[in-house]
């Protein structure tokens, strides 16, 4: 069942524990208010720790991702309240995009269309992400006149090579989500009425993983581009002592299901799940 969160900006329902979750602002090609903002925090909130979720994914509703942040009521509306009032906005859309990167559950971004300036903050905050072929990214900022803020120069500098995200930046062109996949903004694209469909697949390989070793994965392979070797080795091998706390045996039973049992094996594929209660 679809539900939508009291003001309507979100829309989300969880269908056999992935939880699809839409930007639903369609006439405005769902840019980011600072309402949206709330009740995306909102809707983060209600689904991290529900047992009935072991993926997200985030669409759009209509024929937009995110056109970016809302001009009218993000920028114009809020500058009006004065400096409190930008930073209380910012802290609201900064907010969800930080809680998505860390993320209790794995993430995926399922870009179906428009995906503007602050739509790279969410972007890049999905652990992984997937294009319509007919999807449109832009860093549009310059052709309104102002930097790409909120983050999304960061995304570009995190994702693309120097001359692509500088020549994206600078420009203002857009890319479509076939040369998004080729760039590295994204993990693949597919035709628009086939990108559900490739999404689901992915979510369900998810689904079959350990859910604490997915979250330290995730976590560690975000955390470790910043890091030195020595320092990465050390953070790692503390992960994952810290993650045997929150799951002591499903480790175990990984090595029990190949070792003792010959059940499979880990090098094509994971381990049977539901032999133990992780
Ligand atoms: N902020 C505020 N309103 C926006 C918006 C944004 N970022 N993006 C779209 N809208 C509104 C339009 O003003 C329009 O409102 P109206 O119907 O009340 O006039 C409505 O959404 C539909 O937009 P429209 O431009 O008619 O749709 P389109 O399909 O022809 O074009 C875009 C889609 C995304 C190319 C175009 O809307 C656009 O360029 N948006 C701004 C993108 C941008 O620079 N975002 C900011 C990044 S920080």
């Not at 602002?25 to 983060?44: A, F, G, I, W, Y």
């Not at 990984?254 to 499979?264: H, M, W």
Request: glycine share 10%; charged share 25%; proline share 4%.
């Amino acid at each position: 069942m679809v539900e939508v969160s009291p003001k309507g900006t979100v829309a989300y329902e969880v269908v056999d524990r992935i939880a699809w979750v839409r930007f639903n602002r369609p006439d405005k090609r769902n840019c980011m208010s600072p309402t949206l903002n709330r009740e995306m925090k909102d809707v983060l909130d209600r689904l991290e720790f529900d047992p009935e979720v072991g993926v997200l994914v985030l669409s759009g509703e209509g024929t937009s991702w995110s056109a970016g942040m809302d001009l009218q009521e993000y920028f114009r509306d809020v500058e009006k309240e004065g400096l409190a009032g930008v930073r209380k906005a910012q802290r609201e859309s900064y907010g969800w995009w930080r809680r998505l990167r860390w993320y209790q559950k794995p993430t995926i971004a399922m870009v179906n269309g428009w995906c503007f300036g602050g739509g790279y903050g969410p972007l890049l905050g999905c652990d992984l992400a997937f294009a319509a072929n007919e999807a449109q990214f832009g860093l549009s900022e310059i052709n309104w006149g102002i930097l790409p803020g909120g983050g999304a120069t960061k995304v570009a500098a995190e994702l693309l090579s120097f001359r692509r995200s500088m020549y994206h930046a600078m420009t203002g062109e857009m890319v479509d989500g076939a040369k998004a996949a080729e760039w590295g903004l994204v993990n693949e694209s597919a035709p628009l009425a086939q990108l559900k469909d490739r999404v689901t697949q992915v979510a369900n390989i998810l689904l079959g993983k350990n859910p604490v070793a997915l979250k330290a994965t995730k976590d560690a392979m975000r955390r470790v581009r910043e890091m030195t070797y020595d320092n990465a080795e050390d953070y790692l091998l503390r992960a994952q002592e810290a993650a045997f706390y929150y799951d002591g045996e499903g480790r175990k039973e990984g090595l029990r299901q190949f070792l003792d049992e010959k059940s499979y094996k880990p090098g094509l594929g994971a381990y049977d799940l539901n032999k133990t209660k992780v």
